[in-house]
Protein backbone atom coordinates (compact mmCIF):
# COMPACT_ATOMS: atom_id res chain seq x y z
CA UNK A 1 0.00 0.00 0.00
CA UNK A 2 2.63 2.22 0.96
CA UNK A 3 4.45 1.53 -2.96
CA UNK A 4 1.12 2.40 -4.50
CA UNK A 5 1.00 5.65 -2.16
CA UNK A 6 4.64 6.71 -3.92
CA UNK A 7 2.96 6.14 -7.05
CA UNK A 8 0.89 8.46 -6.96
CA UNK A 9 2.43 11.10 -5.03
CA UNK A 10 5.01 10.88 -7.80
CA UNK A 11 2.53 12.16 -10.27
CA UNK A 12 3.89 9.52 -13.00
CA UNK A 13 0.21 8.19 -14.01
CA UNK A 14 -1.76 11.65 -13.15
CA UNK A 15 -4.09 12.73 -10.19
CA UNK A 16 -5.78 10.71 -8.40
CA UNK A 17 -9.32 10.62 -9.11
CA UNK A 18 -11.01 7.48 -7.24
CA UNK A 19 -10.52 5.16 -4.57
CA UNK A 20 -12.47 1.32 -4.66
CA UNK A 21 -11.56 -0.63 -1.70
CA UNK A 22 -13.90 -4.13 -0.82
CA UNK A 23 -13.09 -6.59 1.63
CA UNK A 24 -15.89 -9.59 2.10
CA UNK A 25 -14.45 -11.92 5.33
CA UNK A 26 -16.05 -14.12 7.88
CA UNK A 27 -15.18 -11.71 11.06
CA UNK A 28 -18.37 -11.82 13.05
CA UNK A 29 -18.38 -15.47 13.02
CA UNK A 30 -14.80 -15.94 14.36
CA UNK A 31 -14.68 -16.27 18.30
CA UNK A 32 -15.60 -12.86 19.74
CA UNK A 33 -15.36 -11.83 23.66
CA UNK A 34 -18.89 -10.38 24.20
CA UNK A 35 -17.94 -6.41 23.89
CA UNK A 36 -16.84 -7.29 20.33
CA UNK A 37 -20.24 -7.53 19.59
CA UNK A 38 -21.51 -4.27 21.05
CA UNK A 39 -21.26 -0.94 19.22
CA UNK A 40 -21.12 1.01 21.94
CA UNK A 41 -18.57 -0.72 23.43
CA UNK A 42 -16.24 -0.68 20.13
CA UNK A 43 -17.46 -3.83 18.17
CA UNK A 44 -18.50 -4.66 15.05
CA UNK A 45 -16.75 -4.29 11.45
CA UNK A 46 -17.36 -0.34 11.59
CA UNK A 47 -14.36 -0.02 14.27
CA UNK A 48 -12.66 -3.58 14.27
CA UNK A 49 -12.35 -3.76 10.53
CA UNK A 50 -13.12 -0.57 9.08
CA UNK A 51 -10.24 1.13 10.89
CA UNK A 52 -7.79 -0.75 8.82
CA UNK A 53 -9.55 -0.36 5.56
CA UNK A 54 -10.16 3.42 6.32
CA UNK A 55 -6.78 3.48 7.04
CA UNK A 56 -5.47 2.57 4.05
CA UNK A 57 -8.01 4.37 2.04
CA UNK A 58 -6.85 7.46 3.56
CA UNK A 59 -3.18 6.70 3.20
CA UNK A 60 -3.71 6.30 -0.50
CA UNK A 61 -6.12 9.88 -0.80
CA UNK A 62 -4.18 12.18 0.87
CA UNK A 63 -5.37 11.99 4.40
CA UNK A 64 -7.55 14.30 4.34
CA UNK A 65 -11.58 13.32 4.11
CA UNK A 66 -13.99 16.25 3.84
CA UNK A 67 -17.07 14.35 4.25
CA UNK A 68 -18.86 10.93 4.33
CA UNK A 69 -22.06 9.61 3.66
CA UNK A 70 -22.58 5.71 4.27
CA UNK A 71 -24.91 2.89 5.17
CA UNK A 72 -24.64 -0.20 7.54
CA UNK A 73 -26.20 -3.21 8.08
CA UNK A 74 -26.84 -5.47 11.59
CA UNK A 75 -28.29 -8.67 9.68
CA UNK A 76 -27.78 -11.42 12.74
CA UNK A 77 -29.57 -10.31 15.74
CA UNK A 78 -27.45 -12.89 17.39
CA UNK A 79 -25.00 -10.72 16.94
CA UNK A 80 -26.13 -7.58 16.91
CA UNK A 81 -23.20 -4.59 15.99
CA UNK A 82 -22.89 -3.38 12.79
CA UNK A 83 -21.48 -6.29 10.15
CA UNK A 84 -21.53 -4.79 6.88
CA UNK A 85 -21.37 -1.16 5.99
CA UNK A 86 -20.61 1.13 2.98
CA UNK A 87 -19.33 4.12 2.80
CA UNK A 88 -18.27 7.55 0.06
CA UNK A 89 -15.38 9.28 1.41
CA UNK A 90 -14.72 13.07 -0.23
CA UNK A 91 -11.19 13.99 0.03
CA UNK A 92 -10.46 17.72 -0.10
CA UNK A 93 -7.77 17.22 -3.05
CA UNK A 94 -11.13 16.27 -5.20
CA UNK A 95 -10.89 12.64 -4.95
CA UNK A 96 -13.55 10.27 -3.46
CA UNK A 97 -13.84 6.59 -2.21
CA UNK A 98 -15.96 3.69 -1.97
CA UNK A 99 -15.03 1.73 1.23
CA UNK A 100 -17.18 -1.88 1.30
CA UNK A 101 -17.20 -4.24 4.04
CA UNK A 102 -18.89 -7.36 4.76
CA UNK A 103 -18.12 -9.87 7.47
CA UNK A 104 -21.07 -11.81 7.60
CA UNK A 105 -18.56 -14.87 6.29
CA UNK A 106 -20.29 -16.00 2.97
CA UNK A 107 -18.81 -14.20 -0.80
CA UNK A 108 -14.92 -14.59 0.59
CA UNK A 109 -12.91 -11.48 -1.35
CA UNK A 110 -9.60 -13.84 -1.09
CA UNK A 111 -10.90 -15.54 -4.34
CA UNK A 112 -10.50 -12.00 -6.01
CA UNK A 113 -6.67 -12.14 -4.80
CA UNK A 114 -5.80 -15.40 -6.11
CA UNK A 115 -7.10 -17.41 -2.82
CA UNK A 116 -4.36 -15.84 -1.00
CA UNK A 117 -5.62 -14.90 2.87
CA UNK A 118 -5.55 -11.33 4.17
CA UNK A 119 -1.91 -12.88 6.17
CA UNK A 120 -0.14 -13.84 2.87
CA UNK A 121 -0.96 -17.66 3.20
CA UNK A 122 -2.53 -19.72 0.57
CA UNK A 123 -6.32 -19.91 2.04
CA UNK A 124 -7.72 -22.66 3.35
CA UNK A 125 -10.99 -23.32 0.86
CA UNK A 126 -12.43 -26.60 2.30
CA UNK A 127 -13.11 -24.48 5.63
CA UNK A 128 -15.91 -22.73 3.93
CA UNK A 129 -18.59 -22.13 6.42
CA UNK A 130 -16.42 -23.91 9.49
CA UNK A 131 -16.04 -20.91 11.73
CA UNK A 132 -19.49 -20.27 11.96
CA UNK A 133 -20.64 -23.96 12.63
CA UNK A 134 -17.83 -23.84 15.13
CA UNK A 135 -19.52 -21.49 17.47
CA UNK A 136 -22.68 -23.61 17.56
CA UNK A 137 -24.65 -23.18 20.82
CA UNK A 138 -21.80 -22.09 22.78
CA UNK A 139 -22.28 -19.39 25.40
CA UNK A 140 -20.66 -15.86 25.23
CA UNK A 141 -18.26 -16.92 28.04
CA UNK A 142 -16.76 -20.43 26.00
CA UNK A 143 -17.05 -18.32 22.77
CA UNK A 144 -14.40 -16.06 24.53
CA UNK A 145 -12.73 -18.90 25.95
CA UNK A 146 -11.98 -20.66 22.67
CA UNK A 147 -11.15 -16.90 21.22
CA UNK A 148 -8.46 -16.87 24.43
CA UNK A 149 -7.21 -20.15 23.22
CA UNK A 150 -7.03 -19.87 19.44
CA UNK A 151 -5.20 -16.12 20.24
CA UNK A 152 -1.29 -16.31 20.36
CA UNK A 153 0.17 -17.86 23.33
CA UNK A 154 -3.45 -20.01 23.83
CA UNK A 155 -3.56 -23.92 23.85
CA UNK A 156 -5.04 -24.32 20.50
CA UNK A 157 -3.02 -21.30 18.66
CA UNK A 158 -1.31 -22.89 15.39
CA UNK A 159 1.63 -21.12 13.74
CA UNK A 160 2.30 -21.04 10.24
CA UNK A 161 4.93 -23.42 9.08
CA UNK A 162 8.19 -21.92 9.05
CA UNK A 163 8.44 -23.19 5.43
CA UNK A 164 4.96 -21.65 4.36
CA UNK A 165 4.73 -20.22 1.19
CA UNK A 166 4.04 -16.80 2.46
CA UNK A 167 2.79 -13.35 0.07
CA UNK A 168 2.38 -10.23 0.96
CA UNK A 169 -0.72 -9.59 3.78
CA UNK A 170 -3.51 -7.96 2.25
CA UNK A 171 -6.99 -6.42 3.08
CA UNK A 172 -9.56 -7.53 0.06
CA UNK A 173 -9.51 -5.51 -2.92
CA UNK A 174 -8.41 -2.37 -3.62
CA UNK A 175 -8.05 -0.04 -6.94
CA UNK A 176 -6.30 3.45 -7.13
CA UNK A 177 -7.61 5.04 -9.87
CA UNK A 178 -5.69 8.27 -11.55
CA UNK A 179 -6.14 9.83 -14.35
CA UNK A 180 -3.48 7.35 -17.20
CA UNK A 181 -3.74 3.98 -14.98
CA UNK A 182 -5.51 2.16 -12.32
CA UNK A 183 -3.22 0.71 -9.44
CA UNK A 184 -4.22 -2.50 -7.55
CA UNK A 185 -2.16 -3.36 -4.50
CA UNK A 186 -1.87 -7.28 -4.78
CA UNK A 187 -0.26 -10.09 -2.50
CA UNK A 188 2.16 -10.12 -5.11
CA UNK A 189 3.23 -6.13 -5.63
CA UNK A 190 1.40 -3.60 -7.43
CA UNK A 191 -0.30 -4.05 -10.45
CA UNK A 192 -0.71 -1.17 -12.77
CA UNK A 193 -3.08 -1.16 -15.44
CA UNK A 194 -2.27 1.89 -17.96
CA UNK A 195 -3.67 3.37 -20.89
CA UNK A 196 -1.36 0.58 -22.77
CA UNK A 197 -0.08 -2.13 -21.28
CA UNK A 198 -0.16 -3.27 -17.64
CA UNK A 199 2.73 -4.69 -15.61
CA UNK A 200 3.34 -6.44 -12.43
CA UNK A 201 5.67 -3.97 -9.94
CA UNK A 202 7.22 -7.08 -8.14
CA UNK A 203 7.77 -6.09 -3.93
CA UNK A 204 9.96 -8.58 -1.73
CA UNK A 205 8.27 -9.97 0.88
CA UNK A 206 9.68 -9.40 4.49
CA UNK A 207 11.08 -11.99 6.42
CA UNK A 208 9.23 -11.34 9.37
CA UNK A 209 5.46 -11.04 9.27
CA UNK A 210 4.39 -7.61 10.48
CA UNK A 211 8.09 -6.89 11.25
CA UNK A 212 7.43 -2.86 10.54
CA UNK A 213 4.81 -2.66 12.90
CA UNK A 214 6.94 -3.72 15.59
CA UNK A 215 10.18 -1.74 14.38
CA UNK A 216 7.81 0.84 14.01
CA UNK A 217 7.13 0.58 17.93
CA UNK A 218 10.65 -0.11 19.08
CA UNK A 219 12.12 3.23 16.91
CA UNK A 220 9.48 5.26 18.61
CA UNK A 221 9.74 4.23 21.75
CA UNK A 222 13.29 3.78 22.31
CA UNK A 223 14.75 6.03 19.69
CA UNK A 224 12.70 8.46 20.09
CA UNK A 225 11.99 8.54 15.69
CA UNK A 226 7.94 9.68 14.84
CA UNK A 227 6.30 6.83 14.25
CA UNK A 228 3.91 7.14 10.62
CA UNK A 229 1.11 6.06 12.50
CA UNK A 230 0.65 9.36 14.56
CA UNK A 231 -1.77 9.68 17.55
CA UNK A 232 -3.08 12.43 15.12
CA UNK A 233 -3.31 9.59 12.30
CA UNK A 234 -5.11 7.55 14.09
CA UNK A 235 -7.71 10.13 15.50
CA UNK A 236 -8.66 10.66 11.73
CA UNK A 237 -9.50 7.62 11.13
CA UNK A 238 -11.16 6.79 14.28
CA UNK A 239 -13.52 10.39 13.16
CA UNK A 240 -13.92 8.87 9.70
CA UNK A 241 -15.50 5.56 11.65
CA UNK A 242 -17.41 7.52 13.62
CA UNK A 243 -18.67 9.36 10.90
CA UNK A 244 -19.90 6.11 9.15
CA UNK A 245 -22.25 5.24 12.10
CA UNK A 246 -23.68 8.96 12.37
CA UNK A 247 -24.56 8.85 8.66
CA UNK A 248 -25.72 5.53 8.82
CA UNK A 249 -28.00 6.43 11.45
CA UNK A 250 -29.30 10.13 10.38
CA UNK A 251 -29.16 9.09 6.81
CA UNK A 252 -27.22 12.36 5.81
CA UNK A 253 -23.81 12.97 4.70
CA UNK A 254 -21.52 14.08 8.01
CA UNK A 255 -18.94 16.73 7.49
CA UNK A 256 -15.59 16.19 9.23
CA UNK A 257 -12.84 18.22 11.12
CA UNK A 258 -9.84 16.52 12.62
CA UNK A 259 -8.24 15.15 9.63
CA UNK A 260 -4.62 15.77 8.85
CA UNK A 261 -2.54 15.00 5.72
CA UNK A 262 0.56 12.32 4.89
Known amino acids: YRCARDMIAGGQFGKLGMITAMNFTDFMYRPRRPEELITEQGGGVVFSQGAHQIDIVRLLGGGRVRSVRADTGIWDTARAAEGAYAALLEFEGGAFAAAVYSGYGHFDANEFCGWIGEMGLPADRSRY ?37 RLHQHFGVLLASCACADLRPTPEGVMVYGDFEQRLHRIAVPAVPRAEVIDE ?24 CLAILRSAKERREVSLEHQIGL
Open 217 to 240: LYDAVVTGRPPLHTGRWAMATLEV
Open 129 to 165: GARRKALGSLTAAQEAALKAAQNYGGAEYKPAPSDAA
